[in-house]
């Protein structure tokens, strides 16, 4: 069955549903759809993006608690009250005010790192469930009633059956929108996320603003849930906004699959069942009644963390074989490219950089420069402070003093991604892919800045002519390297050189005119060696700079128009490969103590 065909099926069973299910079940999927919006929510967020939250309750708070104030409030100004009119209208409110309100959070949380941002979540998480629970305006402990329930096309949605096409139209759209927008330019921003910061900030990605746009799509999937269970509920208190259902939220996430959208509604479905199974079995077992349910999902959680890494989702899909999708690259019109520097312009200048770890000098006055049709080879004994060089080059790390001149302007103090805009693009020396991603998608995300439609435009699939030009360009620089028959495979399952080439194409895809790499031969046999040469030949007789940092001395001398080597963060040598090879500081610094 294809993958389509399955969604229709799904949809024809979720259609069906209310006709032959008695109450109880359409109450159940009810709860369901809520909880897999939220779900949803936190897959992108966490489960692509990797920024945990336990806050998100609170979110699912903020939205439904807006419309109940709004549409039982008495005496409200007449610029807010004709919100309350209709519940219709307390949607989109509902919706902005928590996306505001997850807006002034995320400015706060999102910049922390490590532990930090899930402790941060719960802090919120706790101080907005107070804050329900302690304004007299919204009732309190007691919450709000008297809720109005929804009117759609002349039919009153008090019956939980009319809900449930409610709710679950808008669980579809929502996976629809999310699928979309994983599926784009922006998608592949936010999933870059999971690769560090470096690397995506590298290829040109705005990481602070991806970090920004998935955790307000999450805020606002929340809020329509609790917009949602406001109406169907039709009074609110603030138990269900708390910190524990915070956590049952991500343990839904993690449970059903963090990595696939479809997890959301695994995860939703398998928790909420469970939970009212053993709510109803534990306490006839242990004679007593109590929470037990949350022992046993805390022991679900801890099994599916050891034997389930990315969920139950993927085996849910293994039962469900589906048809690979078809090789999804069609031709497309090329890219618009870079105007290059002319052979011979200085492209990159750097000036008595120095750079100190504490005590530890890694640069000490290191000069060089590289042309527009140059290949230069910057060598050194392991430690010497190569990579420490090109991380001051490429703007991962300021300098301590010195100057990085690119195209003629400075560039020291710029933000990684403002110098890979001005066409400067590297490879990394320990590998920065994302393992389960394909060559073909992990070539695009260097091609982020070529191109330019947002979020709105991928959730709604209105760019799918830029994104197949995007593509079309990603599968040309996989051709170029020689990797066309991996181009669907997930990176992770190639050897550890043909990553590196991976890396290079990911480069590419650029459209640089100084390609910065970084031990790009590094684990390649002896014909892909002879292969990578001859592309960087190639490249350079086109026009383009090419910085190598490379440790095998074999492959550097046939390749390179001259040769800097440094030892001990400084520069020993420099000239044409052959003078270079026979300097007895050279000699040295790579024989030292072996003879
Ligand atoms: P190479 O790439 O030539 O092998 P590196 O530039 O990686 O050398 O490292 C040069 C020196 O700087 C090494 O002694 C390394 O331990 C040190 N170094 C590199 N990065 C850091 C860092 N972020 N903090 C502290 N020391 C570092
Ligand atoms: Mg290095």
Do not use: C
């Not at 009810?30 to 936190?42: E, F």
């Not at 700079?545 to 800097?564: C, K, P, Q, T, W």
């Amino acid at each position: 069955m294809s993958a389509r065909s399955r969604v229709i099926v799904l949809v024809i069973a979720l259609a069906l549903g209310p006709l032959i299910l008695p109450e109880f079940h359409i109450t159940l999927l009810n709860y369901i759809g809520l909880y897999a919006l939220v779900t949803l929510g936190l897959v992108l967020l966490t489960g692509v993006g990797g920024l945990t939250s336990f806050g998100q309750a609170a979110f699912v708070g903020v939205g439904a608690y807006t419309t109940a104030y709004l549409t039982t409030a008495e005496g409200l100004p007449g610029f807010v009250a004709w919100v309350g009119v209709s519940p219709w209208l307390t949607l989109p409110a509902a919706v902005l005010l928590t996306v505001v309100v997850a807006a002034m959070l995320g400015l706060i949380t999102l910049r922390l790192s490590g532990h930090y941002l899930p402790l941060g979540t719960i802090a919120w998480g706790m101080s907005l469930y107070f804050l329900f629970g302690n304004l007299s305006f919204l009732g309190g402990h007691t919450g709000l009633t008297g809720i109005p329930s929804l009117n759609l096309f002349g039919m009153d949605l008090k019956d939980g059956r009319h809900f449930y096409y409610l709710i679950w139209v808008l669980v579809l759209g929502a996976l629809w929108l999310s699928q979309n927008l994983l599926d784009s330019r922006e998608g592949r921003a936010i999933r870059a996320l999971k690769g560090g910061t470096v690397m995506a900030e590298a290829m040109g990605v705005d990481t602070a603003r991806s970090k920004m746009v998935v955790f307000l799509v999450a805020a606002g999937y929340a809020a329509l849930s609790g917009w949602l269970y406001a109406h169907l509920q039709r009074f609110v208190n603030p138990t269900p906004f708390g910190l524990h259902i915070g956590i049952e939220y991500l343990f839904m996430a993690v449970v059903g699959g963090a990595g696939n959208v479809w997890g959301a509604l695994v995860g939703a479905g398998l928790i909420t069942v469970l939970k009212q199974w053993l709510q109803d079995l534990l306490p006839r077992i242990f004679g007593a009644s109590g929470n037990f349910e949350i022992i046993f999902f805390g022991l679900l959680m801890i099994f599916v963390l050891h034997r389930a890494r990315d969920g139950l989702w993927p085996v849910v899909r293994r039962l469900f074989p589906a048809q690979a999708a078809a090789a999804g690259v069609v031709a497309a019109a090329p890219l618009p490219i870079r105007e290059k520097p002319v052979a011979g312009t200085v492209l990159l200048d750097v000036r008595d950089a120095v750079k100190k770890f504490g005590g530890l000098t890694a640069n000490n006055q290191m000069s060089l420069s590289v042309k527009a049709g140059e290949i230069l080879a910057l060598i050194g004994p392991n430690g010497a402070g190569k990579s420490t060089l090109f991380n001051l080059v490429t703007g991962v790390e300021p300098l301590t003093s010195g100057e990085v001149h690119f195209l003629g302007g400075r560039v020291d103090g710029k933000a990684s991604r403002e110098i890979a805009r001005l066409g400067m693009s590297r490879t990394f020396q320990h590998v920065r892919l994302l393992a389960t991603m394909s060559v073909l998608e992990n070539v695009a995300i260097g091609a982020h800045l070529r191109g330019r439609q947002g979020v709105f435009a991928a959730a709604f699939h209105l760019e799918r002519a830029e994104e197949e030009r995007l593509l079309a360009e990603a599968a040309r620089q996989v051709e170029l390297v020689g990797l066309t028959e991996h181009l669907m495979d997930p990176v992770g399952s190639l050897a550890l050189g043909q990553q590196r080439t991976v890396e290079i194409a990911r480069a590419l895809a650029a459209d640089p005119s100084l390609l910065l790499l970084d031990e790009p031969a590094a684990g390649l046999r002896y014909l892909e060696k002879a292969a990578l040469a001859d592309l960087l030949r190639k490249l350079r007789d086109n026009g383009l700079g090419i910085l190598l940092v490379e440790h095998d001395m074999d492959f550097v001398m046939g390749l390179a128009d001259s040769v800097v080597v440094m030892e001990f963060g400084e520069k020993i040598a420099e000239g044409l490969p052959e003078e270079v090879q026979g300097n007895p500081d050279v000699i040295e610094a790579y024989l030292g103590g072996v003879d």
